[in-house]
C-alpha cells in the first residue's frame, strides 16, 4: 500500500488556495481597519476575531453537513467550488471600498465594507472543513501522516506564493510615507491563485472514485480503527483516548492563542515599533513559511525517530524561544536585519514540527465514518481559541505597549507544552525514512 502522490499533492491545492488567502486577510485587513478607518486596537481586534466567532459555529457545521452530503461530483466539492467562488467575487469588493472611503469617508462605506467582510468569512467558513477533509477521505488511515505532510507543504506554497507578491508589490521603498496604499492588486492576484488552486483541483480529482476506493480498502482493515462503532453511525471513543483528545484540543488552543497573535498583528507592529512597511513585514513571514517549507524532510526524521508527540513539544520550545528573541530584537534594533530573518526561519520550523504533527493525531482518534466532524472539533479548538486572541492582544498592547506582543504569544506557548504532557495517543514510532519518504513519516 502506497501514498499516490499526484492525487495527493493536488487535493492540496485547495489548502494552498485558503492559506494563500489567510496569510493575505491577516496582513491586510489590520492595516485597512487601523489606517483606512482609523479604528484603534481593540475595535480592530474585534473585527478580526469574527472569523473565528464565526468559524466556531460553521466549520463544525458544514463539515458535520459535508460528512452526510452526496452529489454527482461528490461530498466536498460542492462545497468547495461554492465557498471558492463566492469568496473570490466578496475578496475583490473589498479593496474598493478602502480606496472609495479614503477619497471620501462615509459612514455607508464603513458599514458597505463591514458587510462585506462579514459575507466572505461566511464564505470562506463554508469550504474550510470539507476542503480539509478531503484528504482522509480518499487517502487509507495508516497514510494520512503522510499526506498530511504533502497538504501542510502546499499550505505553505501558498502562503510563501501570497508574501513573495506582496513583498515585490508593496516593498517598504514604494509604501514608506504614502498616505494611503491601494491594494487591489494584491486582492486580484490572490483571487486568481485559488481560481487556479480549485478549478485544477476540481478537473482532476474525481472525488466519488477515490472515495469509494478507498472506503472499500478500509471495510478490510478494521483494526486500523481507534474509536468504537455503537451500530449508530456515531464514533464512541474510549475513555483514555477521550481524555488524550481533550488534552490535544486544549493544546491546539494554547499555540494558536500565542501563534495566531503575532500573524495577526505583526505587520502593524512593525510599522509601529520599528517604522517598517508592509514589504520588511512580509519579507519576515516570507522567511518564516520558508523555514517551514525546508524543515518538513529534517523533521519527518526526527519524528520518525522520537515520534511526533515529542516533536511536537519540541517545537513548542523552540517557538516560544523565538518568539522571545523577537521581543528582544525588536526593543533592541529599528531596522529588520538579518538576525530577525534566522529567528523567523526558526518560528517556520518549529510552527512545522507543531502544525504538522497535530490534524492527523485528531482525526486518527476517530474511526473514519465522521472525518469531517472531527476535523471541525479541531478547527473549534483552534478557533475558539482565536476568538479571543486579536482582542485581547491588540488591547494589552493599546494599554500596555505594542512590544507586549510577543511576550504574551511566548506564555501561551508555553502553556501549551504543560496541556501535551498529558496526551498518550495518536503517537507511533517507525523507522527512520531518507529523501521523499521522510515526508511520509512526519506524524508516524
Known amino acids: 500500500m502506497k501514498l499516490n502522490y499526484k492525487n495527493t499533492f493536488i487535493v492540496g491545492l485547495a489548502f494552498l488556495s485558503i492559506c494563500a488567502f489567510w496569510q493575505m486577510y491577516d496582513n491586510i485587513i489590520p492595516l485597512i481597519l487601523t489606517n483606512t478607518f482609523h479604528l484603534n486596537e481593540t475595535y480592530s481586534g474585534a473585527i478580526m476575531a469574527a472569523d473565528n466567532i464565526l468559524a466556531l459555529f460553521l466549520l463544525p457545521f458544514f463539515g458535520s453537513l459535508s460528512d452526510r452530503a452526496e452529489s454527482k461530483i461528490g461530498k466536498r466539492m460542492p462545497f468547495i467550488l461554492f465557498g471558492t467562488g463566492c469568496a473570490i467575487i466578496l475578496m475583490n469588493i473589498l ?37 480539509v477533509a478531503l484528504m482522509p477521505d480518499v487517502t487509507p488511515k495508516p497514510l494520512r501522516s503522510k499526506a498530511n505532510a504533502i497538504i501542510n507543504l502546499m499550505g505553505a506554497v501558498g502562503g510563501i506564493i501570497y508574501l513573495g507578491v506582496a513583498a515585490v508589490l508593496y516593498p517598504n521603498s514604494k509604501t514608506a510615507g504614502l498616505e494611503h496604499v491601494n491594494y487591489q492588486i494584491l486582492f486580484i492576484v490572490v483571487s486568481a491563485i485559488m481560481f487556479i488552486a480549485v ?35 456515531n464514533e464512541k471513543l474510549p475513555s483514555d483516548v477521550k481524555r488524550s483528545l481533550g488534552f490535544l484540543l486544549a493544546s491546539i488552543a494554547l ?12 505587520t502593524t507592529y512593525v510599522s509601529v515599533v520599528m517604522g517598517q512597511g508592509l514589504g520588511g513585514a512580509s519579507t519576515c513571514l516570507l522567511v518564516a513559511t520558508a523555514g517551514a517549507i525546508v524543515s518538513y524532510i529534517p523533521i519527518g526524521n526526527i519524528a520518525s525517530k522520537i515520534g511526533r508527540r515529542k516533536t511536537i513539544m519540541g517545537g513548542i520550545i523552540l517557538l516560544a524561544t523565538m518568539f522571545l528573541m523577537g521581543f528582544i530584537l525588536t526593543s533592541t534594533f529599528k531596522t529588520i536585519n538579518p538576525i530577525m530573518f534566522v529567528c523567523f526561519a526558526l518560528v517556520g520550523l518549529a510552527w512545522a514540527a507543531i502544525n504538522v504533527n497535530s490534524l492527523p493525531m485528531v482525526v486518527e482518534m476517530c474511526k473514519g465514518s465522521d472525518i469531517g466532524k472531527f476535523t471541525g472539533y479541531y478547527y473549534t479548538a483552534s478557533m475558539s481559541a482565536q476568538i479571543v486572541t486579536p482582542i485581547l492582544a491588540g488591547t494589552l498592547m493599546r494599554l500596555i505597549s505594542y512590544k507586549v506582543l510577543f511576550i504574551y504569544a511566548a506564555v501561551f506557548v508555553l502553556l501549551s507544552f504543560v496541556t501535551m504532557t498529558q496526551v498518550k495517543h495518536g503517537d507511533q514510532k517507525v523507522e527512520a525514512k531518507k529523501g521523499l519518504a521522510a515526508y511520509e513519516d512526519m506524524d508516524d
Open 95 to 131: 479593496p474598493f471600498l478602502d480606496n472609495s472611503y479614503f477619497k471620501e469617508p462615509s459612514a455607508f462605506k464603513v458599514i458597505s465594507f463591514v458587510i462585506t467582510l462579514g459575507l466572505l468569512l461566511i464564505a470562506m467558513g463554508t469550504y474550510r472543513s470539507p476542503a
Open 199 to 233: 478549478g485544477l483541483l476540481f478537473l482532476i480529482i474525481k472525488e466519488p472514485k477515490l472515495v469509494a476506493e478507498n472506503k472499500k480498502l478500509e471495510e478490510e482493515h478494521p483494526e486500523w480503527n481507534l474509536a468504537e462503532d455503537d451500530g449508530s453511525g
Open 255 to 266: 499555540w494558536f492563542i500565542g501563534y495566531n497573535a503575532v500573524t495577526t498583528w505583526f
